[in-house]
């Protein structure tokens, strides 16, 4: 029987799935991490977690906190929900990677619950509290919902 070439071996092998080849690196995240990410984002079912919006999510949530002074801030409410603007509003960016967190495995859950969990803690110290967020926020039972907001992002 004769022998089959290295290249012909090599091309019977069945293509690898799509999460398992390397996605765009999520900055500040490991590979593993961006990889358990990517997976979770190209299976999801729902309308706002598509493949890139955890990192859109996170580069929403940085800059929202990125030089803030003494003043508090305040996110804007959207009044678009597709897709794009949708992340306008900084909670918005907060529940895109809630919803994420929930659908990690362990280990890339810790890593990027770390990286939110340094976010969060600047969040609460640059926003008030909205003693009124139950009868103003239609999911009001997520901290960060329950935080002043106004029309306009502004400090």
Do not use: K, N
């Amino acid at each position: 029987m004769p022998r089959s070439r290295p290249g012909a071996l090599r091309a019977r092998r069945s293509p690898r799935q799509p999460w398992t080849l390397p996605p765009h690196r999520i900055h500040g995240l490991s590979s593993r991490t961006s990889v358990a990410i990517d997976r979770v984002e190209t299976l999801s079912d729902d309308y706002y977690v598509y493949p890139g919006a955890t990192d859109h999510a996170l580069r929403r949530y940085r800059a929202f906190l990125h030089g803030a002074q003494r003043r508090p801030g305040y996110p804007q409410a959207t009044g678009c929900s597709c897709r794009g603007c949708s992340f306008e509003d900084v909670r918005h960016a907060r529940d895109v990677l809630d919803d994420v967190l929930r659908q990690l495995p362990p280990r890339p859950r810790a890593e990027l619950a770390r990286r939110v969990r340094v976010l969060d803690v600047r969040y609460r110290q640059l926003t008030l509290p909205d003693p009124f967020a139950g009868q103003r926020q239609w999911r009001a039972d997520r901290w960060w919902r329950r935080r002043l907001a106004l029309g306009q992002e502004g400090r």
